[in-house]
């Protein structure tokens, strides 16, 4: 029974969604993973666990998970939530410098705008018309409470044609890190036609794959992320189509993500030279992924070890961050509810839900005072997660940073 109700969750991917060419494993969990953000409360049904390898276009060297998870499944009432932390308005602010620098911006078009963070921040910069796509309900109510008009689904021409509605020819259309979520990237490309004019800015945020190499965070690898993105893919998917790459930037977020800026050929803004420098960093091989597979592993065999040394034992450990990442990490570890007793979480949509495929219980971040450890799950927010909690780093507290301590 389980297993049928599995099958029709997802479906596996077998060819490039590029070019069509065969794939190859090149990175897996060993077992089946949790869906990463699926976080659940006791009373309400889990979605099990779904194969994740990565496997790798012999052709255009693209890399893409084995599965293809429902996005109804995934996305339909959804718990990430954009974060409001300074880290992420600062962010705003750099890319909203960056696209500026290109002309005025009146009219913004966000696919997977989630509770409006980000649309909300360009009605306060200047923008005067907005509208995102974004397939989770629960979020899209709460960006409709900020007056963020949002249109539900997955991009698809059904919501374009709603958007535009909305926002005719804008003169931007962001999409932050929903790229590698999508199955089809022919279909986006053309919806993106549709939705887009002459003079429309696309800017397409993803994290970059070299990152994710080079820092082997592994933990960025869950069914949502059906790509990991370099700039030469993106190259080579705008073959053919009206679209080309005309500058690309570097930003810190998320543990290191490209802003890919498309423009449409007829338009006359030059290519950057950014976009040639960063092809020429990407010199990804199958190698590149045999080593990063071979100190995944260690780190994953490394964080297990340490919670069973013994100046762990008498000690409370939680986990703090319940991103995706931490599903991906304690499943890929093993722990269970004995090993962390819980899991500290600002967002009020996670607390009180447990975490997938383990069903640790997540809380406040105030119930920090009853560990003495904390392994730092949003590690990406590490300065001010630390800055936030100092006083009880000061009575004793330790955050471990899974990934290097
Ligand atoms: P993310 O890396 O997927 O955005 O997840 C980060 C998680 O960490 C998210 O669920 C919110 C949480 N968080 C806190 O609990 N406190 C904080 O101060 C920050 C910055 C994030
Ligand atoms: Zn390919």
Known sequence: MEIREIKLMWKPHKFCRICNGKLTEVFSFGKPMPLANDFKGEDEAREGFVPLEVMWCQDCCLAQTSAVVASERLYANYSYVTSTSTTMREHFKALWDAI?????????IEIGSNDGSLLMFAKENGAECVGGIDPAENLAHEAHKKGIQTI?????????????????????????????????WKEAILDLDTLSNVDTQIVIEVPWVVN???????????????????????????????????????????????????????????????????????????????????????????????????????????????????????????????????????????????SPGTDIPIVPESELDKANVAVLWAWNFSDEIKKKHQAWIDAGGVFINPHND
């Open 212 to 354: 994710m190499l080079e820092q082997v965070t592994f933990d960025c690898i869950y069914h949502e992320h059906l790509s990991y993105v370099s700039v030469r893919s993106i190259d080579r998917l705008l073959e053919g189509t009206p679209f080309r790459i005309q500058k690309v930037m570097h930003f810190e977020i998320h543990g290191g993500s490209l802003a890919i800026f498309l423009r449409r050929r007829d338009n006359p803004v030059a290519t950057d030279a950014s976009v040639a420098e960063f092809m020429a960093m990407e010199n990804i091989t199958r190698k590149t992924w045999r080593d990063f597979s071979f100190e995944a592993n260690k780190r994953i065999a490394k964080l297990r070890n340490t919670a069973f040394v013994p100046s762990m034992r008498g000690k409370k450990v939680c986990g703090f961050g319940a991103s995706a990442k931490s599903t991906v990490w304690i499943s890929a570890c093993g722990f269970t509810k004995k090993d962390m007793a819980f899991i500290c979480d600002c967002t009020p949509q996670k607390q009180g839900k447990l």
């Open 152 to 184: 539900i689904g997955i991009l698809d021409k059904h919501t374009a044609k709603g958007v535009m509605c909305i926002v005719p020819k804008p003169d931007v259309i962001i999409a932050r890190h929903v790229f590698a979520h999508i199955d089809n």
């Open 100 to 108: 500026k620098s290109h002309g005025n911006i009146e009219s913004v």
